[in-house]
Antibody, heavy 120, light 107 residues
Framework: QITLQESGPSLVQPTQTLTLTCTFT??????????VGWIRQPPGKALECLAF???????RISPSLNTRLTITKDTSRNQVVLTMTNMDPVDTGTYFC????????????WGQGTLVTVSS | EIVLTQSPVTLSLSPGESATLSCRAS??????LAWYQQKPGQAPRLLIY???NRATDIPARFSGSGSRTDFTLTISSLEPEDFAVYYC?????????FGQGTKVDIK
């Protein structure tokens, strides 16, 4: 059974750096073809894919956020970490991590999400 | 960036009725399109991948069709648990993008 769990601060001050950790079970990021992504959702709005990391370490970062985002993995600890710098109130929302396997080749398993509020 | 436009924004239907949701891509995405269902306070749930393949444990009343730029999600007979927001998502080009969602609510 595949599970993912996001963890990190629920409140961040403007200009601070956000660090979120996705801890997962039921698969290995050493398996060819798989990966983990981060998706966010502002309150009442649509989903936005932020970053993705493949089993081989290849990364994809949203072009609109590429100066602020970093994604890394720790295969031995079954974790993926997202770092977002210079947080702004518009970054408020629920942040999800999700698993993309070989089949289905899309986000078939999601964490429950973590709400991050950016406010002073 | 590929823009996905979903229509209608809201669909008001009664249980037992059929729902047809549309997703149009600003450029071709082959068949690399998925559909998700999201209920309030929950994570999205994968329904359909690669345009027409049902994900594991998804009831047969959900079906997907289309290719390139025009896609459809059909729910053949709405059950009470189907009232939710539905998103399409493409993985053809990075950044992978989602549509703005269609809300299916009870008439």
């Amino acid at each position: 059974q595949i599970t993912l769990q996001e963890s990190g601060p629920s409140l961040v001050q403007p200009t601070q750096t956000l660090t979120l950790t996705c801890t997962f079970t039921g698969f290995s990021l050493a398996t060819t073809g798989v990966g983990v992504g981060w998706i966010r959702q502002p309150p009442g709005k649509a989903l936005e894919c932020l970053a993705f990391i493949y089993w081989d370490g290849e990364k994809r970062i949203s072009p609109s956020l590429n100066t602020r985002l970093t994604i890394t993995k720790d295969t031995s600890r079954n974790q993926v970490v997202l770092t977002m710098t210079n947080m702004d109130p518009v970054d408020t929302g629920t942040y999800f991590c999700a698993y993309k396997g070989v089949l289905p080749p899309t986000f078939g398993h999601w964490g429950q999400g973590t709400l991050v509020t950016v406010s002073s | 960036e590929i823009v996905l436009t979903q229509s209608p924004v809201t669909l008001s239907l009664s249980p037992g009725e059929s729902a047809t949701l549309s997703c149009r891509a600003s450029q071709g995405v082959a068949s690399q399109l998925a559909w998700y269902q999201q209920k309030p306070g929950q994570a999205p749930r994968l329904l359909i991948y690669d345009a027409s393949n049902r994900a594991t444990d998804i009831p047969a009343r959900f079906s997907g069709s289309g290719s390139r730029t025009d896609f459809t999600l059909t729910i053949s007979s709405l059950e009470p648990e189907d009232f939710a927001v539905y998103y399409c998502q493409q993985r053809h080009n990075w950044p992978w993008t989602f549509g703005q969602g269609t809300k299916v609510d009870i008439k």
